[in-house]
């Protein structure tokens, strides 16, 4: 649809054609992130080390294990924590140790508690005896709290249940004294709970598991059930018994590396197999929760899958050593679109060798690990950090930056400076009167112009140059936008709430159905943003008569805060880089931006001056929300930003409205 009143149609036509040639995605997801970088892994034998397991905690630091004895010519042996920069964290340091004359030894699994506690698995030296699994604090120092095992065996999973719980993987012949036969279930103190592998017949060596949500343990591995046909693959009952019931037929005819189970109860298979419950499936399979294979999910790699992992938005990262993806180029790494299709966003540049683990961080940001040595061409050995499509408000270049931008009423022309190259860009698009509402509305990980014009209640978008814009009806002309991915698939949802009714109006781009909440009333500020960190922005409010925040997060339901008072100015975000948006003001009266971290905590900081608009953005690119303001009588923007400090610039004038703060009430 087309509004006739939309004069600017021919100006925006000869813009595009004046500065298109200057937009181009320039940090697509998959792109190797040249801002994180470990360098050198070494071994006191001079061999190769390998990089086997990669965790990422909540605050962006990434735990590293492997056969390594040195990071940069530092000591660590086989356990490393990096900070978010790839710099070793020296705060860290594991009392891990080799053996067999120092060429023996590894760490294979890491899995982060939710107290923060880490638990590590694999085979190393722990004073002086070879242990499968420990335990550590926050500082890499051994729990004091958790039982540690007699050695003799060898972890390559673990798996934490919730009910706190460990299910310990690998090639356990016996763990603790106890024939285990590959897997056993720990006591949340590390005691033996389960000699699982034994209850349920298994021959011998278990390499991956999966929690189903009834309790159901599936597994994976180079194994055969006593007294069956089945090999490689099983699922084992809640107290570690055979379930027959899981029909995979005679399991697989090679070894399985790897499981995942998905939201709706399928199961992601990978290894080197080339049939599996009795379908031909290379590498890489898709059961259903019964165990039959899932016809609709025909994806093939030409090699080995080690790592799985899925997606909040059901895609599906996977890594190993292959070239070939569904007859397409992939190299080591590849994500999948739900239906197991190849995610065209994703680059062919790859890693050079093996990819053994892969993590994903609540920002979207994956950490692989292997015994690579570049990652599509740029050196990163053993460990890389990749990117995702950006996140950052008014990021018109996608290089994972909020560029200095601004809508001019007057003229309904915006105008941008890209942080990737310097260069300034104009675009004519909407009318006097209309209201910003920029975002990713195609889910390419640029800032889309986008416009809601209450005479007619349209938004208008734009995403299609040769039609000149998209045009949606949606909403009253005295409703508020408020635009966001509410839904989780890296598309901007159109949105409004309705102050009259408390109701909120979402329009899912996923599916293009209505979701109605009633949450608000009348005064309240919306406030949409993540706030539970399942990258699905929550419906929220601010109350200015109480200073209370009420958020509906999809994970963790209602919740109400007390935090600001009447004539503060919502500024929310996620100011601690850890993928949940932070409770946060800026009091124009003082001046102060008033922080609720979820990972840092309170904190306060005096920033900008009487008439200031708040203008926060991540223009660093490192993922947290940075402090800026626009100041109208002078068309200076000053920044704060976390990892380059204090910056002015003039850009723009009185009367524009600065595009990162059209992402607030």
Not at 135 to 146: E, I, M, Q, Y
Not at 507 to 525: I, P, W
Not at 535 to 540: G, I, K, L, N, V
């Amino acid at each position: 649809m087309r509004s006739h009143t939309f004069s600017q149609s021919i100006l925006f036509v000869l813009f595009l054609i004046l500065i298109g040639a200057g937009r181009s995605v320039n940090a697509a997801p998959g792109d190797v992130d040249l801002s994180f970088n470990a360098g050198a892994l070494t071994r006191t034998d001079g061999s190769p080390p390998d990089v086997y397991a990669v965790a990422v905690q909540p605050d962006g630091k990434a735990l590293v294990g492997g056969s390594f004895h040195s990071i940069n010519g530092t000591t660590r042996v086989f356990l490393a924590r990096l900070n978010r920069d790839g710099s070793l964290d020296a705060t860290f340091n594991a009392p891990l140790q080799s053996f067999g004359g120092g060429s023996l030894g590894a760490v294979q699994a890491i899995v982060v508690q939710p107290d923060g506690k880490i638990l590590v698995g694999g085979s190393f030296l722990i004073n002086l005896d070879v242990r499968a699994v420990v335990r550590l604090d926050a500082s890499g120092a051994l729990d004091p709290t958790f039982s540690i095992n007699n050695g003799g065996s060898f972890a390559d999973e673990i798996v934490l249940q919730p009910d706190g719980k460990i299910i310990v993987a690998g090639q356990l012949g016996n763990f603790d004294g106890v024939q285990s036969r590959g897997i056993v279930r720990l006591n949340p103190n590390g005691t033996l709970e389960t000699a699982l592998g034994l209850a349920a017949g298994l021959s011998n060596d278990v390499y991956a598991v999966a929690l189903q949500a009834d309790g159901k343990i599936v597994v994976g591995g180079s194994f055969i059930i006593t007294g069956t046909t089945r090999t490689m693959l099983a699922r084992l009952n809640q107290d570690g018994t055979y379930d027959a019931g899981f029909n995979v037929g005679d399991g697989a005819d090679n070894t399985i590396f790897k499981l995942a189970v998905q939201p709706d109860g399928k199961i992601l298979a990978g290894g080197f197999f080339a049939h599996i419950s009795g379908a031909a499936r290379s590498g890489i399979a898709r059961l259903n929760a019964d165990g039959t294979v899932d016809a609709s999910f025909t994806t093939n790699a030409n090699g080995e899958v080690r790592a799985i992992v899925v997606q909040p938005d059901g895609k599906i990262l996977i890594g190993g050593n292959f070239g070939i993806i569904n007859g397409a180029l992939r190299f080591t790494i590849a994500r999948l679109k739900a239906d197991g299709t190849l995610d065209p966003f994703y680059p062919m540049g790859g890693a050079n060798a093996l990819v053994r683990a892969i993590a994903r961080h609540a920002t979207g940001r994956v950490f692989i690990g292997g015994n690579f040595t570049t990652i599509g061409g740029a050196p990163r050995p053993k460990v890389a950090r990749l990117l995702d499509l950006s996140r950052a408000r008014a990021d018109f270049d996608g290089d994972q930056r909020t560029d200095l931008s601004v809508y001019r009423p007057s003229n309904s022309i915006w105008y941008d400076l890209l942080s990737s190259n310097g260069a300034n860009g104009f675009q004519a698009f909407g009318v006097n009167g209309d209201i910003p509402v920029p975002g990713d509305y195609d889910g390419d990980g640029m800032t889309n112009f986008a416009v809601f014009r209450p005479a007619n209640s349209t938004w208008y978008t734009n995403l299609n140059p040769a039609a000149n814009y998209g045009a949606t009806l949606w909403g009253l002309s005295t409703d508020l936008p408020v635009a966001a991915d509410y839904d989780g698939d890296s598309r901007t949802d159109i949105a409004v709430f309705r102050p009259a009714n408390g109701n909120w109006y979402i329009l899912k781009s996923f599916d293009s159905t209505l979701r109605v909440e009633s949450f608000g009333a009348n005064g309240d500020l919306p406030v949409p943003d993540d706030y539970d960190g399942d990258e699905r922005a929550d419906p929220a409010v601010f109350r200015p008569s109480n200073g209370a925040w009420y958020l509906l997060q999809s994970t963790a339901g209602l919740s109400a805060q007390l935090f600001g008072s009447n004539g503060d100015r919502p500024v929310h975000g996620d100011y601690d880089g850890d993928g949940r948006a932070d409770l946060a003001l800026f009091r124009p009266s003082t001046n102060v931006w008033y922080l609720q971290q979820s990972l840092d905590g309170f904190s306060a900081q005096t920033f900008g001056a009487n008439g200031d608009m708040p203008t926060p953005g991540d223009y660093d690119g490192d993922a947290e929300l940075d402090i800026a303001v626009f100041r109208p009588s002078t068309g200076a923007w000053y920044l704060l930003p976390s990892t380059t400090g204090p910056s002015a610039q003039l850009f723009g004038q009185n009367g524009d409205v600065p595009v990162p703060s059209a992402y607030l009430p």
